[in-house]
Every structure is written in structure tokens, then in C-alpha cells.
């Protein structure tokens, strides 16, 4: 990318008849949906938002989980079984997105 001077202008597909017309196809669907996405940078802000989640997962998510487990307290009901296995470690999140255990 450097030496082109910051991109070119296309890219050329050489085709032969060694696959059939849909595995072509096929082909061309993966290069257009995962390869040129990363080189145009179209999917940049999708992976820094990926990211972002997967790194303060406790404060994205911990309200929500908070909210759902007080709606089963709040109206006198357990929260089921299971659940705090399905939060995947977020149920000891408070409403002010600190840990009710002291923790982050």
C-alpha cells in the first residue's frame, strides 16, 4: 500500500475453468464479503466496537444483567437457576457498573 502511493485502483480476477460456475461464484462472494471489506476499511468501526464491548464487558453489560435479575427480586420471585451462568461472570455487577463483591 505504501509503494502504490496510498491504494490502486482494482483489482484483477484471472479465471479459469477449473471450478464450476458456482464455486466461481462462491469465490467471488468470500473475496467481496471478507477480504475486500478489510482492505477498504468499511469494517473498521465494526471491530473497534467489537473490541471495545469485549474489553469493558462489565460496564456495557452489567446494568442490563443487574436490571433483569432486580425484575425477578422486585416481584418477589428467585431468579432462576442458571442465570448468573448465563451472565458469564457479570451478575456481581451493580447498577453503578462496580462489582457488589468490591471487584471491577
Keep these: 500500500m505504501e509503494l502504490s ?5 482494482g483489482v484483477m ?13 462462491r469465490s467471488y462472494e468470500l473475496f467481496a464479503r ?3 471489506p478489510r482492505f477498504q476499511g468499511s469494517m473498521d468501526t465494526l471491530y473497534a466496537s467489537n473490541a ?6 462489565r460496564e456495557v453489560v452489567g446494568r442490563n444483567v443487574e436490571a433483569v435479575r432486580r425484575a425477578f427480586t422486585d416481584t418477589g420471585r428467585a431468579v ?9 461472570g ?3 455487577v451493580g447498577v453503578d457498573g462496580k462489582s ?5
Aim: proline share 2%.
Design 100 to 104: 457488589e463483591t468490591g471487584k471491577t
Design 52 to 57: 471495545f464491548t469485549r474489553e469493558n464487558r
Design 13 to 25: 480476477f484471472r479465471a479459469h475453468e477449473w471450478a464450476n460456475r458456482e464455486q466461481t461464484l
Design 34 to 36: 471478507y477480504v475486500m
Design 5 to 9: 502511493g496510498g491504494g490502486f485502483g
Design 80 to 88: 432462576p437457576k442458571g442465570f448468573e451462568d448465563r451472565t458469564l
Design 90 to 92: 457479570i451478575q456481581d
